[in-house]
Structures are given as C-alpha cells and as structure tokens.
C-alpha cells in the first residue's frame, strides 16, 4: 500500500507541473513482471518528472519517483540524455525499503538506421542513502527500440533491480532478465 501511495503522489506531482510540454507512457512485460512509467516534462526548463511502478509476482514491488535534467542544447543531436536522481521503494517478502538513486538516462539514435536506437537507464543508492532493510540498490535497463510511428517505439530489453538486503548482505533481485515494451510519446 505504500508503494501505491508513492506512485500517486508522483503522478499527481508530474500532472500538476504548470505548462507541461507532453511525457510518454512507458509499459514492459516480462514472463513474471510488468513495469509501468509515466514521464512528464516541464517546458522550455530541461526539467523532466517520473512516476513508475514494477511488479513481479514471487519478488515483490518496486515504486520509483524521478526528477532529471535532460540536454537541451543540441536538438537534433542523435543523443539524448538526462541526470539526476530517483526515490526508490520496495516491498520484497519479508523486507522492505527505500532508498535515493543518482544516476541517468539515454537514448542514442543509430545513424542510416531509421527508426533503430539503445536506450537505457542507470541508478545506484550506496549505504548512505538507503533506509529499511536496504543496504544498496541497483536498478537498470538496456534497451534496443525500434519507432513503429513518430511517437511509439517498440523494444526489447534487459532489466536489473536489485536490493543488497542489510542483515544479510544477500542480494534480492527484484527483477532480472528480458522484458518487451512500448514506450508512447505524447
């Protein structure tokens, strides 16, 4: 329940951004998980927001707030990317947690491959900033997408979120293999 309380307060934080430019809605599946995020950013600013949520169903849940800034300079670069951080919760079994992950995102568009790009995202939160049961936590993507239509790429990729649990220095894998997805610009 409070995964779920986190994840509205995000989504309500990123609709209620005044003069928002549009975001994208980003959903993947996999066997056993399935992954849902929505993306919002602020005009003319750099400033982008998130709200997602990840669920397996032997491994628990995992809910993610994000604030980032993205490159602003190069419009038609074929690199895009965005730094910044993520408020992590999770509830997993026995344990739970939270913890506050810096890292990034990217999107590289291949050149004389029309449509084809990687794509993926990174963060870390050591000790310091992990709280419950947490004694670090990794979650990341890599990702090759291909756009179906100027505003929707499909993709495949591969997911890591993983929790190192403080009392007993194990690493719990939240998620961990391939998923399929669709990412939809608005």
């Known amino acids: 329940m409070k995964i779920l309380k986190l994840v509205c307060s995000g989504l309500f934080l990123a609709s209620s951004m005044s003069a928002v430019a549009g975001g994208s809605l980003d959903i993947s599946l996999a ?3 399935a992954r849902f995020e929505y993306d919002a950013a602020k005009v003319g600013s750099g400033l982008h927001v998130s709200a997602s949520i990840q669920h ?6 995992l809910a993610a707030l994000g604030l980032h800034v993205v490159n602003m300079r190069e419009p038609n670069s074929p690199l895009y990317l965005g730094i910044g951080g993520k408020f992590f ?3 997993s079994g026995d344990y739970d947690g939270t913890a506050l992950g810096l890292g990034g995102f990217f999107r590289y568009n291949i050149p004389k491959t029309k449509g084809l790009s990687l ?7 050591p000790s310091v900033v992990s709280f419950g049961d947490t004694q670090n936590l990794i979650d990341s993507d890599i990702r090759v997408q291909y756009a179906l239509l100027p505003t929707a790429r499909v993709y495949m990729g591969y997911r890591l979120s993983q929790v ?16 399929f997805g669709l990412k939809v610009d608005f």
């Open 119 to 125: 794509a993926g995202y990174g963060y870390y939160a």
């Open 56 to 61: 397996h169903e032997k491994n628990g849940d």
């Open 164 to 179: 190192e649990i403080e009392q007993t220095k194990k690493n719990n894998k939240l998620e961990q293999g391939i998923h």
């Open 31 to 33: 066997s056993d998980a």
């Open 89 to 91: 919760g999770y509830v």
